[in-house]
């Protein structure tokens, strides 16, 4: 899997748009970008992936660069439940691995 | 909603006894993972399963053992309890797909069981 670098930790104010990014510049062309998060004492949740197009589903939208070296998750509009650690992964579909979180970013949502 | 569901969410136990943790998921998924989390050390893989009766050895099978007898159920067994096992420990499952409808291969996790050893 490809090595993902991501920022430690990041604030943003209840309401407004978190944008948390991603850079995977070692990514291949089979490799998918996923997006989890772990609430504190909870399991890790999967949000989103994508491959080369931007995706948006009902937690989140995904946007990949054009070359595919990086990407941001945007949660719309933060809430103080999205308080958690967010992980970037990259990895080949369809395969069974395990999964392998790097150190993630801890985002906080304040009020 | 995938639904995988940990038996407990916290358990004591002392050291030497046999414990079990279960995990059981609804989506007919052929893959599930039994993983432990500690602090600075992340995700770490115990036992793998990719079918009934089916195992593999994650990093640290060391002084556990694994059960699947359907494919719902995945157990997680530590013969003999010792305190470096106080952990969270957490079950993942996920579908093998050939198609490109299945080959997301996305881990869906349960809560976690928080297990202490004294």
């Known amino acids: 899997d490809a090595k993902t670098t991501q920022p430690p930790s990041m604030d943003c104010a209840e309401g407004r748009a978190a944008n948390l990014p991603c850079n995977h510049s070692t990514i291949s062309g089979n490799e998918y970008v996923y997006w989890y998060r772990q609430i504190h004492s909870q399991g890790p949740q999967y949000i989103i992936h994508?491959?080369?197009n931007n995706e948006t589903n009902e937690m989140a939208s995904l946007i990949i660069t054009e070359d595919r070296k990086s990407s941001t998750l945007i949660l719309p509009h933060a809430t103080l439940r999205d308080t958690a650690v967010y992980y970037c992964?990259?990895?080949?579909?369809?395969?069974?691995?395990?999964?392998?979180f790097g150190s993630g970013t801890q985002l906080t949502v304040l009020p | 909603d995938v639904k995988v569901t940990q038996s407990s969410r916290y358990l004591v136990k002392r050291t030497g006894e046999k414990v079990f943790l279960e995990c059981v998921q609804d989506m007919d998924h052929e893959n599930m993972f039994w993983y432990r989390q500690d602090p600075g050390l992340g995700l770490r893989l115990i036992y793998f399963s990719y079918d009934v009766k089916m195992k593999e050895k994650g990093d640290i099978p060391e002084g556990y053992s694994v059960s699947r007898e359907k494919k719902e159920r995945f157990s997680l067994i530590l013969e003999s309890a010792s305190t470096n096992q106080t952990s969270m420990y957490l079950c993942?499952?996920?579908?093998?797909?050939?198609?490109?409808?299945?080959?997301?291969?996305?881990?869906?996790f349960g809560a976690g069981t928080r297990l202490s050893v004294l």
């Open positions: 994508g491959l080369k």
């Open positions: 993942a499952s996920s579908h093998t797909g050939t198609s490109a409808a299945l080959a997301k291969n996305i881990q869906y």
């Open positions: 992964i990259v990895r080949v579909a369809g395969s069974a691995r395990q999964l392998t």
